[in-house]
């Protein structure tokens, strides 16, 4: 049987942040910040979320299931793996487990405090780094957008396929 070895975690960006190298300058007007979830094969895909404020139980599920299907679809088992966050252990996503494991998709945890072994965090500090450095974004919807087109740039460059997940939403794109 084929085996899919997929990253994922969650990310926090700041939004009426400015990203210049490795600093972090705020503006006065603080907004709400943009999460993305994702989950990462490297050189083959990344498949990611984006949500207004933090990712929620709801949104992670949603997410997770989408990879399940996606496993199920193919018959090729994916590992996701991921970091010891709340939302990752929590007893409502745990309720899932088995259902997920019985489509093929299984939850690897990373030891805490070991985020740095997981590679999508690479791919994070590119996202903030190679794409948005150095720009302001006057609202969540502007900060929305740039991700949205560094993540679809990262993709074309490394060559590999990226699909966003829309939340309270059916479809993927």
């Not at 007007?29 to 083959?44: E, H, T």
């Not at 990344?46 to 709801?58: A, C, P």
């Not at 405090?113 to 190679?130: A, F, T």
């Amino acid at each position: 049987m084929n085996q899919g070895f997929v990253f994922g975690v969650n990310q926090a960006i700041p939004i009426t942040s400015e990203v210049s190298k490795n600093v972090w300058s705020f503006t006065l007007r603080r907004g709400r910040r943009l999460s993305i979830i994702g989950f990462l094969q490297p050189l083959i895909s990344f498949v990611y979320g984006l949500v207004i404020g933090g990712v929620n139980r709801k949104s992670y599920i949603q997410i997770m299931e989408v990879e399940a299907l996606e496993a199920e679809k193919t018959g090729r088992t994916r590992v996701i793996v991921q970091d010891n966050g709340p939302i990752h252990r929590c007893h409502e996503v745990q309720k899932f487990w088995s259902k997920w494991e019985s489509m093929g998709l299984y939850i690897f945890f990373l030891p805490k405090y070991c985020s740095e072994m997981n590679p999508i965090e690479l791919e994070w500090k590119h996202l903030k780094k190679d794409e948005l450095s150095g720009q302001t974004f006057d609202d969540e919807l502007d900060l929305a957008y740039a991700v949205i087109n560094g993540v679809q740039a990262r993709g074309e460059r490394g060559n590999y396929s990226t699909q966003r997940v829309k939340f309270n939403s059916n479809s993927t794109t």
